[in-house]
């Protein structure tokens, strides 16, 4: 999955962990940052990581008896590996893919995988033989911005829930669109200004 910088990529990869992990049927999810594997690589190649490297780099200090299981679900081809931030292995990204490329073709085809990534690392990801969908900018980012306003005027309640504290924020978000124009092309940076100024 790639996408510019800020688009979501990481959140939306998140939710992707988190609806999987919700369904008890479903694939269990397995989440890690990509730069997380960097230690686990040799200084020159070839560049090779097991499962359980994956494993140990994505539940960190977890009790013995999850890693086994999650290695063993994987294993069995039952798990989402989710990768996240190729972009962030900087000049490690080619021993990176080639190490997640070699694991993967050990690994059971039936293993479902998720890479993120920005597009400057597409050609550098292409060796991982795995589809490409891009995480666009959303159509009606205003609108969803505006609706987000709303619930969190909603959540915090008290003078939040009138209707003159709702208007003073569109104020200042709109004030803050004309002033730094770039900033709110970013959703991720957009959402942020606007929980920013709703606190």
Not at 5 to 26: D, F, L, M, N, Q
Not at 36 to 50: F, H, K, M, S, V
Not at 119 to 136: D, F, K, N, Q
Not at 141 to 160: F, K, M, N
Request: proline content about 7%; charged content about 25%.
């Amino acid at each position: 999955m790639v996408g510019r910088p800020g688009a979501g990529k990481t959140v939306a990869s998140r939710c992707i962990a988190a609806r999987w992990a919700a369904h008890e049927k479903a694939p269990v999810p397995l989440w890690l940052r990509l730069r997380d594997l960097i230690p686990l690589l040799p200084a020159a190649g070839p560049y090779r990581i097991d499962a359980r490297d994956v494993v140990q780099a994505g539940v960190s200090d977890a009790q013995p008896q999850l890693v086994e299981a999650l290695l063993a679900r994987i294993e069995q081809g039952h798990a989402l590996l989710v990768l996240d931030a190729l972009d962030e292995t900087l000049d490690r990204r080619d021993a990176v893919v080639e190490a997640v490329a070699d694991l993967l073709d050990r690994l059971p085809e039936e293993l479902d995988v998720l890479v993120t990534s920005r597009h400057s690392c597409l050609r550098s990801a292409t060796l991982l033989r795995l589809p490409v969908y891009e995480l666009r900018t959303p159509r009606n980012l205003e609108d969803t911005l505006d609706q987000l306003l709303s619930v969190v005027a909603e959540q915090l309640g008290g003078p939040a829930g009138t209707v003159a504290w709702t208007a003073e924020r569109r104020a200042r978000i709109a004030h803050s669109r004309r002033a730094e124009p770039d900033l709110w092309r970013v959703p991720l940076l957009a959402t942020l200004i606007v929980l920013l100024i709703a606190q």
